[in-house]
């Protein structure tokens, strides 16, 4: 009789340990991060520059994310929630400074930090290659125009909801 219940004990074990085990819930490594389509990228921040959120590799997801191409913007206008993190992604074969218009004073965006380089808190602080990428917080409502800083032209607004 003692056996039997040691091995009913045993069988319980295992298949408890086995169902615990299929069950939890993959997990990546702490250096790694799926973002948008699957990708798996490696987490890094780079601290070139005055701006310390600007990128080279993914850092964190966002929640919109912004395509620099060879024709501008893409999309060039949006709308978040306030809180929400809109990633500027250079995918060009030029350079790209994502900065808040109205050029060249990028002063509209009411916040402000000792950090920031133009004016405004809403300023990458400096161009970004091929391949990087720079994120930003929206924290207050309104439409909040974008540019270019190395080409005036090239515009964008995000439109912050409550």
Same mark, same amino acid.
């Given at each position: 009789?003692? /056996?039997?219940?040691?091995?009913?004990?045993?069988?319980?074990?295992?298949?408890?340990? %086995? +169902?615990?085990?299929?069950?939890? =819930?993959?997990?990546? $490594?702490?250096?790694?991060?799926?973002?948008?389509?699957?990708?798996?990228? =490696?987490?890094?921040?780079?601290?070139?520059?005055?701006?310390?959120?600007?990128?080279?590799?993914?850092? /964190?997801?966002?929640?919109?994310?912004?395509? +620099?191409?060879?024709?501008? +913007?893409?999309?060039?206008?949006?709308?978040? /929630?306030?809180?929400?993190?809109?990633? %500027?992604?250079?995918?060009? #074969?030029?350079?790209v400074w =994502?900065?808040?218009?109205?050029?060249?004073?990028?002063?509209v965006y =009411?916040?402000?930090?000792? $950090?920031?380089?133009?004016? @405004? @808190? +809403?300023?990458?602080?400096?161009?970004? @290659?091929?391949?990087?990428? %720079?994120? !930003?917080? !929206?924290?207050?409502?309104?439409? %909040?125009? !974008?540019?270019?800083?190395?080409?005036? @032209?090239? /515009? #964008?607004?995000?439109?912050?909801?409550?």
């Amino acid at each position: 009789m003692n /056996k039997i219940v040691l091995w009913v004990l045993a069988v319980v074990i295992v298949a408890g340990g %086995w +169902f615990l085990y299929s069950s939890a =819930p993959a997990q990546e $490594s702490a250096d790694t991060e799926v973002v948008a389509g699957g990708v798996v990228a =490696p987490q890094a921040v780079s601290v070139e520059g005055a701006n310390t959120n600007v990128t080279e590799v993914v850092s /964190k997801v966002p929640d919109i994310v912004i395509t +620099f191409t060879d024709s501008g +913007f893409v999309p060039s206008s949006l709308t978040v /929630k306030k809180g929400q993190t809109v990633r %500027w992604a250079n995918n060009s #074969g030029s350079k790209v400074w =994502p900065a808040s218009a109205v050029h060249p004073t990028h002063g509209v965006y =009411p916040q402000k930090s000792a $950090s920031d380089c133009l004016g @405004s @808190s +809403f300023d990458a602080c400096r161009a970004l @290659s091929q391949g990087e990428s %720079w994120d !930003f917080t !929206f924290d207050y409502v309104g439409e %909040w125009k !974008f540019h270019n800083h190395l080409n005036g @032209s090239q /515009k #964008g607004s995000v439109i912050v909801t409550e």
